[in-house]
């Protein structure tokens, strides 16, 4: 195994760093750090390229004095006041000090995933204080914290605004909120979208005040993963988010969002293979270079998600037939995902036809720079159809930052002489996909190409022999398979 990370001390912390594994992944997510042996940097840190989300985790009792300005004065410092005071000395750190990051309190095993330079660096600042929501349902009737940019700590009971402890916003999420949160922006991608988002609006004079953080996602998700600039003062209703939740087209959403799992459980599986050190192949490569390849898979959002991944299922249906591959949009404009799904190995050698299955991907990967050169990254994808017994998975990482004009031109040949992805072998399509269904405005992805596959072995294996010979890149690919 290549390192060990904690899995949260607490049982709170053990819940948060639950919920953004399922939301972040594991490579990404690391609980309970430390800067100097036995000194805690933060409860849980997310690292995701240029992106660095520091969370803090404090669950206090609420005091009861009989002073109900004083109990929440209290129970504010011990909880919110402190987590921001952790994250600003966390932030701090981090940006001094960024090879000194710990996964253990003897400081023996460094943060395996590199950070990024503090230039480069937008940090995320994210407070997760417990304890505070029975009194406020006692109290207010209501069982969340509200937010008004307005209020300077602990100004207003049970309301959340702006801190002097840390410097930039901090987020404040109740236990509740936390979880709902999550669950809703279920990606890296898409929290962040919403931090980054939640973060301009309470820039601004004319947002005033949220009954409640669901709320503020409930409006963020209605109007289309925004905040919608409005020239005049105005708040955010309460009890905003049952009527979004229950309604039928952001139900219909959730249920379209399902499939997109394909796509998580490519990721995670690569993951978890690689950091066990079990992959077939791709096992050698530097965690720089396997996190690299996987941020790519992870960066896209969920619905994204979900159009890759019907695509892809629609594919592997398909090639029970015939052999398929594919051209994928991305939501970047600097990857081209290349899909091949072969048949299996049909009771043959399967050695053999993994082998073929692969040099055809490589060789498609090599196609796919021709077609759209000025995309920095190809990513290829190599799987069997649906129902094929023992099935396995290739993944192919190329970064052509390096390819000289002369590369392309023999990726250009190897498109050319072996027929990929060309007008009479291909067939070019459009996808059209509503992220909420039964609303009205689907949304035009992108084109897509399809060819199906007829080489032989044989075929296949003087493919591979053009490859070595004519396609020889400043920088090669990054292969991973299970």
């Known amino acids: 195994m290549r390192y060990k990370r904690s899995e949260g001390l607490t049982a709170s912390e053990q819940v948060l760093a639950e919920l953004c594994d399922q939301s972040f992944l594991k490579l990404w997510t690391y609980p309970n750090l430390f800067r100097k042996p036995s000194k805690e940097l933060t409860d849980l840190l997310v690292v995701f390229g240029n992106d660095v989300l520091i969370f803090s985790d404090k669950s206090c009792k609420y005091p009861n004095t009989g002073d109900v300005e004083l109990d ?21 750190w981090i940006r001094s000090y960024p090879d000194e990051v710990f996964l253990d309190a003897r400081c023996l095993e460094k943060l395996p995933v590199t950070l990024p330079s503090s230039a480069d660096m937008r940090v995320h600042r994210i407070c997760v204080p417990l304890g505070a929501l029975d009194r406020a349902e ?10 008004d940019q307005a209020v300077l700590n602990d100004e207003a009971r049970f309301t959340v605004g702006r801190t002097d402890k840390a410097r930039g916003w901090v987020h404040v999420f109740d236990e509740a909120s936390l979880h709902t949160v999550l669950s809703e922006l ?6 962040i979208h919403y931090l980054e988002s939640k973060v301009a609006v309470l820039s601004t004079d004319n947002f005033k005040f949220a009954e409640a953080e669901t709320d503020m996602l409930a409006y963020y998700l209605w109007h289309g993963r925004t905040f919608p600039p409005i020239e005049r003062e105005y708040r955010i209703d309460g009890r905003l988010w049952p009527q979004v939740d229950a309604s039928s087209q952001y139900r219909s959403s959730r249920e379209a969002n399902k499939v997109s799992q394909l796509w998580d459980g490519f990721i995670e599986r690569v993951n978890d293979e690689y950091i066990e050190e079990n992959l077939d192949f791709g096992n050698e490569n530097a965690m720089s270079e396997h996190e690299r390849a996987a941020r790519i898979l992870a960066s896209e959002t969920r619905f994204y998600r979900r159009v890759l991944s019907k695509a892809i299922l ?3 249906e398909r090639a029970k037939k015939e052999a398929i591959s594919a051209l994928l949009p991305s939501e970047s404009g600097d990857v ?21 299955r692969l040099e055809q991907l490589r060789g498609r990967c090599v196609a796919a720079k021709a077609i759209y050169p000025e995309r920095r990254f190809i990513v290829g994808i190599g799987m069997d159809a649906l129902g094929v017994e023992g099935s396995s998975e290739d993944f192919i990482c190329i970064d052509t930052e390096c390819w000289t004009n002369e590369d392309v031109t023999n990726a250009q040949k190897i498109r050319t002489e072996l027929g990929y992805f060309k007008d009479g072998n291909a067939v070019v399509s459009r996808l059209s996909e509503d992220e909420y269904p039964g609303r009205p405005g689907a949304i035009d992805v992108a084109s897509l190409a399809d060819e199906l596959s007829r080489l032989t072995v044989a075929e296949s294996l003087e493919l591979a022999e053009i490859l070595r010979s004519r396609w020889q890149p400043k920088s090669g690919p990054e292969s991973a398979g299970q």
């Open 72 to 92: 929440w004065s209290r129970w504010y410092n011990k909880s919110i006041a402190y987590s921001a005071r952790q994250i600003a000395q966390a932030e701090r």
């Open 138 to 147: 006692l109290e207010t009737g209501t069982r969340w914290l509200k937010i």
């Open 186 to 191: 279920s990606t890296i991608k898409d929290f």
């Open 314 to 316: 629609e594919r592997a």
């Open 336 to 356: 081209s995902y290349v899909l091949f799904v072969g048949r299996g190995d049909q009771g043959g050698d399967h050695v053999t036809y993994r082998k073929d």
